[in-house]
């Protein structure tokens, strides 16, 4: 079936060292990608988000590259800080047809990867 | 502040109880959802409302119930729940896609509620 994965489970990086987070998605027919991050005792907060459309999108820090012939995800963080240390989850949509009012129902979370900064 | 408040933050029940889980986001926005996340497993969505109007249930079994009065305010109900419905129970809500603004809009998370049934 379709499944949004991650490839590592935990990723220890030094601080002051850039971090690379990857993510597959299996849905060809994706056109949306965001990168959330989960802080102890909080709930997802949104980094970045991409469409199809682009292959890289650069915010504060943070880079996400999209790779739609191998259908690959990325998210880069420069000089990882102690504050960046919390569980990074990808997540893909599909849209619906232009004619679907709703809501974002076709939105599919990976399970989540620990990124821990050594001081 | 994300802009969308969960209370209560911890909820301790037996299976023979009735509680009920609170969301309220303060963001204008007009679609609600609830998720569960449990330990190891993907985040599992459990409703979809748009416009107050349920729009999604994932197979959710009946003993959860959830409720949206305004656009503004979401509920679980919960009733003779299990062991395994043990989970952190996250509300987010958005912007829902229309005409003028096709496609997925960025959810926005509460803190959650960390449910545990004894």
């Known amino acids: 079936g379709e499944s949004v994965g991650l490839h590592l489970p935990t990723l220890s990086v030094q601080e002051g060292d850039n971090s690379i987070i990857n993510c597959a998605y299996s849905?060809?027919?994706?056109?949306?990608f965001i990168w959330y991050k989960q802080e102890s005792g909080k709930g997802p907060q949104f980094i970045i988000d991409i469409r199809s459309n682009m292959d890289k999108r650069q915010g504060q820090r943070v880079t996400v590259l999209l790779n739609k012939t191998v259908k690959h995800l990325s998210l880069q963080i420069a000089a990882t800080q102690p504050g960046d240390s919390a569980v990074y989850f990808c997540a893909e949509n599909m849209t619906p047809s232009p004619l679907y009012t709703g809501a974002n129902s076709k939105l599919t979370f990976g399970k989540g990867i620990t990124l821990s900064v050594r001081p | 502040e994300t802009g969308v408040t969960q209370t209560p933050r911890h909820l301790v029940m037996g299976m023979t109880n009735k509680k009920s889980l609170k969301c309220e986001q303060h963001l204008g926005h007009n679609a609600m959802y609830w998720y569960k996340q449990s330990a190891k497993k993907p985040l599992e969505l459990m409703f979809v409302?748009?416009?107050?109007?349920?729009?999604e249930n994932n197979s959710v079994p009946s003993r959860f119930s959830p409720e949206c009065p305004n656009s503004s305010h979401l509920f679980l109900h919960l009733h003779t729940l299990q062991p395994e419905d043990s989970a952190l129970y996250l509300c987010?809500?958005?912007?829902?896609?229309?005409?003028?603004?096709?496609?997925?809009?960025?959810?926005?998370f509460g803190a959650g509620s960390r449910l545990t049934v004894l």
């Open positions: 409302y748009s416009l107050e109007e349920r729009v």
């Open positions: 849905n060809s027919a994706s056109d949306y």
């Open positions: 987010a809500s958005s912007q829902r896609p229309g005409p003028l603004a096709p496609g997925a809009n960025v959810l926005t």
